[in-house]
């Protein structure tokens, strides 16, 4: 073996050495292989009957979290996701609520904890993009509109936190996951009401992971951007006049239009024993952008 082939194996092994510190400290939480499951946690996702929340509640299910699925006025599609939750052997329920709306999240949440007997992985899912205001300028926004996507996007995931934060508080660990949009980084035209709730929703998650880290609790945001979504194909439509998002996958990222499943990955590690120890992170899930 020559000199510079002793040199290099002498530095793996060196490597591995300083990678083999023993066991974790027993409050860090097992971590075997890289992988662990949700089994005995139990997640409320916000819209998660459709689009990007059903996928995170499948994904969560398919992990071992049982899984309250929030809706707002797709029954049908909400109580299909939990038939897909038990079929996977988890629990599930389907709690109908306007985000927007304090007391209906108030009943909501009271339910879905006596269904349960606990929460503690809650996921910020539902809002309404700019495509649903039909994308104003600033000036030309009406407060009804405004209003709409305050409550949705920002003072909605609010309440949640103020009224269920204190409860998750009791478990060993807990996580808000805040799906967030790369609107805040781009700031564009057309999108600033959108873009403003949003950037809204960060900074409570931020404020909130520096609250919370002694209690054991992570939160993190998650931002996509363009994902084939209702949303997503309303946004395109408007842009192009089609939504069909197979004419976008020859420009976008890696040759396809980012999928619920990649941002429900996310999700799923952020909330994991693999992702115990980011907190009060932002995970840009986009590939790279168009």
């Known amino acids: 073996m020559t000199h510079r082939k002793r040199m290099l194996a002498n530095r793996a092994r060196s490597c591995v050495r300083t990678l083999n510190v023993g066991p974790s400290p027993a409050h860090a939480g097992r971590l075997e292989d890289g992988v662990a499951g949700l089994d005995g946690r139990v997640a409320l996702v916000t819209g998660g009957g459709r689009g990007i929340g059903r996928a995170i509640c499948l994904r969560l299910a398919t992990d071992g979290a049982d899984v309250a699925v929030n809706y707002r006025g797709s029954e049908e599609a909400a109580r299909a996701v939990v038939a897909e939750i038990?079929?996977?052997?988890?629990?599930?329920?389907?709690?109908?609520?306007?985000i927007g709306d304090p007391a209906a999240c108030d009943a909501m949440l009271a339910q879905a904890i006596a269904d349960f007997g606990q929460i503690d992985i809650l996921v910020n899912n539902a809002g309404i993009g700019?495509?649903?205001?039909?994308?104003?300028?600033?000036?030309?926004?009406?407060?009804?509109?405004?209003?709409?996507?305050?409550?949705?996007?920002l003072l909605g995931p609010l309440h949640l936190c103020r009224a269920l934060v204190p409860h998750m508080r009791r478990?060993?660990?807990?996580?808000?996951?805040?799906?967030s949009s790369v609107a805040t980084q781009n700031m564009g035209a057309r999108m600033g009401v959108y873009s403003i709730t949003?950037?809204?929703m960060e900074a409570l998650a931020h404020t909130l992971a520096k609250e919370?880290?002694?209690h054991g609790m992570r939160v993190n945001i998650v931002a996509p951007g363009l994902v084939e979504t209702d949303m997503g194909r309303n946004l395109i439509r408007q842009l192009?006049?089609?939504?069909?998002?197979r004419e976008r996958d020859a420009s976008a990222p890696?040759?396809?239009?980012?999928?619920?499943?990649?941002?429900?990955?996310?999700?799923?590690?952020?909330?994991s024993e693999s992702g115990r120890y980011p907190t009060n992170e932002r995970i840009t899930v986009s590939g790279g952008g168009f």
């Open 254 to 271: 890696f040759g396809f239009v980012c999928q619920p499943e990649d941002i429900a990955a996310a999700v799923a590690f952020l909330v």
């Open 198 to 200: 949003k950037a809204g």
């Open 212 to 214: 919370e880290r002694q």
């Open 130 to 153: 700019s495509s649903g205001i039909n994308r104003p300028t600033i000036t030309e926004a009406t407060p009804e509109q405004v209003n709409l996507l305050l409550g949705a996007n």
């Open 171 to 179: 478990a060993p660990r807990s996580d808000v996951i805040m799906i």
């Open 86 to 98: 038990e079929a996977l052997g988890r629990r599930a329920h389907a709690y109908q609520a306007d």
């Open 240 to 245: 192009t006049g089609s939504d069909d998002m």
